[in-house]
């Protein structure tokens, strides 16, 4: 589908994304009473709880008390209801999305705490506490995840809205805010630390669905340049303009007439008279792209509809050398968005026109009944190729992308498989999973980072196996990945994170054995139960346009190739 616009669009999109988020808070707090009350993992909490008591003091005491009250309700409310008027009113600018952004967060946050309070019953720590129990369950902890809503919002803002090394510090300051109210929390006997992160799990979802549905389409024209901050279609000075024969691709329901119209007329605009447009069909992805190329040439092929689309055509041009172009009209359009590309279609074209060609990997994936078939984002086996698969398809219509975290809620309790792993040639990992992600990217939706150092011109492919264990499992890779995201740390080296719940490797080819069937996808499409997925690196095998690099290079790096050559590395 298209990129929502207008103010009733997005409220539809939020809403869909906000009840994805409530399924997941009452799943989290459902998950986490049973444990504690059948004596699972999360029985060591209260001996926590009471360390923190048996250590209150005066000085401690007073610490903490101000640190409650600066998350409180009153509070949380005057510091928004100021931070949105001054981004009202005082800037040369008015800022609206960051307004609604920051506003919208705690609104949510808040709506979203009510909520699961009402359908999660878990007990307060068993303690003497420095302050009255409101009616409300444990869990999630109300203070942290209104903290972080309010100063993880702003945090954000800081962040995206501002330049130089002092951000950095502001930002920080900020962001140590709720950590510190939950520390605050549990030493004033309110909350067990599962609750803290209960609360720091819902802040950091509402920052998430808010931020991707409010900041992320307002960023992406002042980060593309000056190109795309003028009218659409508009050459500028120095700007590239076009010629020869051109092969448009496009999928008829997601770029649907009026926008075929406009990218047919912006191609006019920029010299590219002689169009052959070629629609798709659900057997035939790319439509007649591979007859019509190899009947005429093309100066650019272009792409308009969503991963699916461009995976198909990529398939079909791949070693050719023949500029490759994204128009994302999909659901996800998680390559465009990887690539740095506007989520506007025709503003994503005028970017891409302008822009450079840069190299792109993509990978090949293989296995028992497959046949070798391309990817440019990911390729999976086990739990996300399950969600994918069992999707509904009218949901998908209707909420997009969050119809696939809601099919997943049904797979959350599905079991761990024995595998192994090869990399490189190399000697055989044994381990156990719920999924296995290839990826030559990184980013899911809403800027999601699932694999960190996936890069799609670094010659490798990354490798996330993905095995939480109970609700704190669960729990513990939920909070490694909305943290990675949102502090956008450099990522680790190859090996375990969040308590085991994560492990990372990398290698220009991968292996992996399963001990029964599973469930396995590429780019959303879904392929046929198997016990091996295999996956090998195409480096610069797509000459994309963009209007900068795929990743931006160091300072002082020497500019990127048109073409890479082949690497290869060994382990």
Partial sequence: ?????????????????????????????????????????????????????????????????????????????????????????????????????????????????????????????????????????????????????????????????????????????????????????????????????????????????????????????????????????????????????????????????????????????????????????????????????????????????????????????????????????????LLARNLGLPTDPLQALDAALDGEEFPVDVGRVGGDGLAPALFTVMAGAGFDAAMVRDASPALKSSLGWPAYALSGARHLTDPRTRLTVRLDGGRRIRRRARMAVIGNVGELQGGLRLLPRARPDSGRLELVLFDPQGPAGWLAAAAHIAGRTLRRAPAAADGPVAGGALEYFTASRIDIRFTRPRAREIDGEVLADGVRLTAAVEPAALRVRLPRPPVPPPADAPAPPRLRASRTADR
């Fill in 1 to 333: 589908m298209t990129t929502d616009s207008g103010g009733a669009a997005r409220r539809v999109r939020i809403l869909s994304l906000v009840a994805v988020q409530a399924a997941v808070m009452v799943a989290a707090g459902l998950l986490v009473t049973r444990a504690a009350e059948t004596g699972g993992p999360l029985a060591p909490e209260d001996g926590v709880v009471r360390a923190l008591v048996a250590h209150r003091g005066p000085a401690a005491d007073r610490i903490s008390d101000w640190l409650s009250v600066l998350a409180n309700t009153p509070a949380v409310i005057g510091v928004t209801l100021l931070c949105v008027l001054a981004l009202l009113f005082l800037p040369p600018v008015r800022r609206r999305s960051d307004a609604l952004f920051l506003g919208g967060s705690v609104a949510v946050q808040s709506a979203v705490f009510l909520l699961v309070t009402a359908l999660v019953d878990r007990a307060r720590p068993d303690v003497p506490r420095l302050d009255g129990a409101p009616p409300t369950s444990s869990f999630p902890s109300g203070h942290v995840g209104a903290s972080l809503a309010l100063y993880g919002g702003l945090a954000v803002l800081v962040l995206v809205r501002t330049r130089g090394r002092l951000r950095y510090l502001v930002a920080g300051v900020l962001l140590l805010v709720p950590p510190a109210v939950g520390l605050s929390r549990m030493y004033r006997g309110m909350h067990h630390l599962s609750d803290v992160v209960g609360g720091l799990l819902n802040g950091t979802l509402t920052l998430l669905v808010i931020g991707a549905v409010v900041l992320a389409g307002r960023r992406a024209p002042a980060a593309a340049g000056a190109a795309v901050a003028r009218p659409a279609g508009t050459p500028a000075a120095g700007g590239r303009s076009g010629g020869g024969r051109v092969l448009v691709v496009r999928h008829p329901h997601a770029c649907p007439d009026g926008t075929a119209a406009r990218v047919r007329a912006m191609l006019l605009r920029r010299g590219f008279a002689e169009q052959r447009w070629i629609l798709t069909a659900p057997d035939r992805p790319c439509g007649d792209l591979a007859e019509e190329y190899a009947a005429g040439g093309a100066a650019l092929v272009v792409a308009c509809g969503g991963d699916g689309t461009v995976r198909a055509c990529a398939e079909a041009v791949a070693g050719s050398g023949v500029p490759f172009v994204l128009v994302p009209c999909g659901t996800g359009n």
